[in-house]
């Protein structure tokens, strides 16, 4: 129960610093593109990446660390970075086929689910 609270306490921080992020972007470059969300994605990715080498060279951390930072904190961040993750191990085990899947397949679906919601709420009403 105690590794609940911990990733839903990362993830009210990082889902905070998300929100923060996007903020302060978008007032200073504006609305015409999404450049706070694509920073943020990209800014997760690295952290995401620099904290997963962290605890698999370093292997100090105990897994309470590695829920409150990767799952939480930089889950309520981005899930993009999870996302990466995944695909970078998939890679790094040779399965690039099934990294290639992942991609297109999580692109494709996600992009479909949004539309496919849109379009079920604009039926309704």
């Given amino acids: 129960m105690m590794s609940y609270f911990i ?3 990362g993830a009210g921080i ?3 610093m998300r929100h923060g992020a996007n903020i302060a972007v978008t007032r200073a470059v504006g609305t015409g593109f999404p450049l706070g969300i ?3 994605n990209v800014i997760g990715c690295l952290l995401m ?3 997963a ?3 698999a060279l370093k292997g100090q951390a105990g897994q309470e660390w590695r829920l409150f930072l990767a799952t939480g904190i930089l889950g309520g961040f981005t899930t993009f970075s ?3 993750l995944d695909t970078a191990l998939l890679w790094e085990r040779g399965e690039l086929g099934l990294a290639a899947l992942y991609v297109v397949g999580s692109v494709v679906l996600s992009l479909a689910g949004v539309f496919a919601g849109l379009w079920a709420i604009r039926q309704i009403g």
């Fill in 7 to 9: 990733v839903f306490l």
């Fill in 38 to 40: 694509m920073a943020v």
């Fill in 49 to 51: 990446g620099l904290i």
């Fill in 14 to 16: 990082g889902g905070m």
């Fill in 82 to 84: 999870a996302f990466s």
């Fill in 53 to 55: 080498g962290w605890f």
